[in-house]
Structures are given as C-alpha cells and as structure tokens.
C-alpha cells in the first residue's frame, strides 16, 4: 500500500494537524517507513513461537510486610526536610 498525498492531508485533518505545505511529503515518507515496517513484522513466521506474558516463571515475588522498629529515630529523622513530634511532616495533599 503506497500512502499519497491526499491520505497525509485527510490523516492531518482528521487529527487537527495543521500541515504546512512543505511538510506533506516529510510526512507522507514517514508515514510510508512505518507502514512498511508494520508488513515486514506481520509477515514474520511465529508458528512454532509461543507466547511469552513474562520473561520468567516466578510467580509471586512480593515479600511479607514487616513491621520493624528502628532504634535510632534521632537519625532517621536527621536529613528530613520537616519534622514535628518525631515525625515526618510532608505537605498536605487534597
């Protein structure tokens, strides 16, 4: 399928694009690179090829949470921006 210059205008429209009139044939090239790209791809024998959702076999990967008590409070809350009451003080968010 080769891409014309009445489709890059109609394409333009349809996206509100204004199109200078130099810039068609930029665009129309472009265009036709990627829709030649997109038939290289679809041609691509993947009958013997399955399917991959993830690149491993784990499954759950998330750790138990923990509550741990930090001994030195005095040193966490040391490089903090704010604090109030041994504790962080963030901006309020609403």
Not at 2 to 31: C, F, G
Not at 34 to 63: C, K, M, P, Q, Y
Not at 70 to 76: P, Q, R, S, V
């Amino acid at each position: 399928m080769q891409v014309d210059r009445k489709e890059i205008l109609h394409i333009a429209n349809l996206a509100s694009l204004n199109i200078k009139e130099d810039e068609i044939e930029e665009y129309r090239k472009n265009l036709q690179d990627i829709l030649n790209f997109a038939n290289i791809v679809n041609s691509v024998n993947t009958d013997n090829i399955n399917e991959t959702i993830g690149s491993t076999n784990n499954v759950n990967v998330f750790r138990e949470d923990e509550i741990k008590e930090f001994e030195d409070k005095e040193l966490l809350l040391e490089n903090v921006p704010d604090k109030e009451n041994n504790m962080f003080k963030i901006p309020k968010v609403i």
